[in-house]
């Protein structure tokens, strides 16, 4: 069970090195750090292996809240 959010924060990162477009691959690493900024995680560059499933999965929990507000607010 454990494994399910680490899973997600690579999934995160193989679709943002996956990235046809190379803005795109910045732009979802940038809103990654800020996404785990915003949740008191601190991500380093490259392997980030060592993180806890809690605070894996605190950042790609993150992304999705403020992907949905974003979409939310773009249909008003």
């Given at each position: 069970?454990?494994?399910?959010?680490?899973?997600?924060?690579?999934?995160?990162?193989?679709?943002?090195?996956?990235?046809?477009?190379?803005?795109?691959?910045?732009?979802l690493n940038?809103?990654?750090?800020?996404?785990?900024?915003?949740?008191g995680v601190?991500?380093?560059?490259?392997?980030?292996?060592?993180?806890?499933?809690?605070?894996?999965g605190s950042?790609?929990?993150?992304?999705?809240?403020?992907?949905?507000?974003?979409?939310?607010?773009?249909?008003?």
């Open positions: 069970m454990n494994a399910i959010p680490n899973l997600l924060l690579k999934e995160i990162n193989t679709m943002a090195n996956k990235s046809v477009v190379p803005q795109a691959r910045e732009a940038k809103f990654k750090m800020e996404s785990a900024s915003e949740v601190n991500l380093k560059q490259g392997y980030n292996g060592d993180l806890t499933s809690k605070q894996a950042v790609g929990g993150q992304m999705v809240k403020k992907m949905i507000q974003s979409y939310e607010n773009g249909m008003k």
